[in-house]
């Protein structure tokens, strides 16, 4: 059986269209596999990487990608460390944000009404 030229062409583009999505599935995957496993080692590292990142300063800015710690995880880290989220915003359509902390500030207690000199 012999196939027309047009047939042969048909025949070659599905093969390297078949080809292409193979290949696209396993860098997908690849990429899939890479990124899990970045996000488990900064899931390891997360108390020495908010201890840098909330060191004592004022300010703190903490960007965050598909590969760092997750966004609860960094609020209630920098909370634990002093910082309240002061600000936040989306940088890009790949869902990376910026955070912005500030340090809180010690509350001073009010001394009770009977030591202020209150009757």
């Known amino acids: 059986m012999r196939l027309n030229r047009g047939m042969e062409i048909l025949i070659a583009l599905l ?8 290949a696209f599935g396993l860098m997908a995957g690849g990429f899939i596999a890479a990124s899990s496993k970045a996000q ?3 899931k390891q590292d ?15 800015v903490f960007k965050i990608t ?6 609860d995880e960094v609020v209630l880290g920098a909370k634990a460390r002093g910082y309240r ?3 936040q915003s989306d940088d890009d359509r790949w869902g990376t944000k910026t955070l912005i902390f500030e340090k809180r500030k010690p509350q ?3 001394p009770p009404a009977r030591e202020r000199g209150s009757a």
């Not at 108390?47 to 703190?60: H, I, M, Q, S, Y």
């Open 66 to 71: 598909g590969t760092s710690l997750g966004f």
């Open 15 to 22: 093969v390297i269209g078949a080809l292409a999505l193979l």
């Open 40 to 42: 488990r080692r900064s």
């Open 108 to 110: 001073r207690l009010r």
């Open 46 to 60: 997360a108390p020495k990487t908010l201890d840098a990142a909330f060191d004592g300063r004022e300010d703190v």
């Open 85 to 87: 989220l002061a600000s």
